[in-house]
């Protein structure tokens, strides 16, 4: 292809479309000034480039999602990765109809099995997943979702407190957890350090100081 407004094909003096002859861009266009076509998203990559024509009424494959490892504040959704999408959003919603969630992936960043937590337990959700290809969408895939009651692995002891603080002691509390046989308190010690100097320099000085600037950052 060449471009060098002329009328003429393949004329001796023109441009090697893109790039050779300092052409970067060029407005694809018929000689009567009809557009012929245009790009909807170019996409860069090591061995190769992807180009979607825009306009062409392009659907993305329906990605068919699967659920599995219901629990009362958790479950997982996946489905297969196809050839043709760039990007995939996974929605959640409540039964109100209200977005919990919008999660947008591309297929290099995940395998496409997804972990939603923080759920609630005996409680309804529906999960969309759409398929994005530049400004093209698919068809929306979703399963409705129940999860179950609250399991002893997702309980977590309420109402930790502290009290009767003295020297070098103090006292810890909880509510006792249904099932539990037995309880492990963890203690961390909590080390800080001496605060660290930076100083800046600056050739012509600032106005608060004439020699530099000196920061106080805690470590």
Known sequence: ???????NANTLHGDVFPGSGNVTTYD???????????FDHVEEMPDESLILFGDTGFIPSTPWIKISDVHGTSFKVEWEVGDDAIQYLLSLYDTNGDKLKG??????????????????PLSEYKVEVMANAGSYQ??????SVSTGILEFFESVPGNLAISSIGEGCFALSWDSLEGAT?????LFRMEYGAPTALTYEFDEGIKT????????AGR
């Open 1 to 7: 292809m060449e471009a060098d407004s002329s009328e």
């Open 28 to 38: 694809f266009t018929s000689w009567n000034g009809d557009k012929l076509f245009s």
């Open 103 to 120: 999660i947008p992936l591309r297929p290099e960043d995940t395998n496409m099995k997804v972990e939603l937590t923080g759920l609630q």
């Open 138 to 143: 698919s068809m929306v895939a979703y399963e």
């Open 182 to 186: 037995d309880y492990e308190a963890t």
């Open 209 to 216: 100081q004439k020699n530099g600037l000196t920061l106080q």
